[in-house]
């Protein structure tokens, strides 16, 4: 597919049949996002692919107690709908300490803050490679969905995947064959996402 029409008919599947996905497809989905850039070239991620349908209600079902637990309602289906998928990818970012990083540290803490937390390199990485994985996903013929919602429940589901600190699970990526095709989503005009300087 051309990556014009990829990144223009790419879309957030939700839906998806309930067919296998084959191991190899799906690492070579990784490995070709993994050209993704990252900065200081630190490939700061790291993908569990979670097959086993038990671990994936068990993430489920941890995602819909918190929410009932905090908003005493049940969780809407864009939070929860993830374990219908037959491959969920949970993306995890690993530390990343840029060459600035000491120094700045050292000689302004809170211009360091501000670049460690709100422009936060190390996140920008692993957003691109997500980014990455989304079009590749989509360019296979199969749809996913980039989540963060199910995160209400984020050290519950690191327990259960056995992810620990200083690694950060950032997002799940259910993935499978799309049945659903919906319209795409509609987007800003060009023009108020713009400001030339010249
Ligand atoms: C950081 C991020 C978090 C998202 N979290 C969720 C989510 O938890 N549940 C969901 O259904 N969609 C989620 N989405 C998908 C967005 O809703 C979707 O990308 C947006 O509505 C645009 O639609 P499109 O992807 O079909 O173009 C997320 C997207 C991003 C980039």
Redesign the pocket.
Known sequence: MDIIEAVKT???I?KFKQEDLDLDQIKKIIEVSINSPSGGNAQNWFVYIIKNKDILDRMRNEVETVYEKITGKSAPG??AFFNEAPVVLAVVQKPYIGALDAVIEKADANRNYDRKFIVNPGLQGVSSFITHILLVVHNEGLGA??????LIAKPEIEKILGVKSPDNLV?LIPIGKPVERQS??SRTDIEEVIKIIE
């Not at 969905?145 to 199910?150: D, I, L, V």
């Open positions: 790419r879309k957030s939700r864009v939070y969905c980039w989540m963060t919602g199910p997002a795409k989503s």
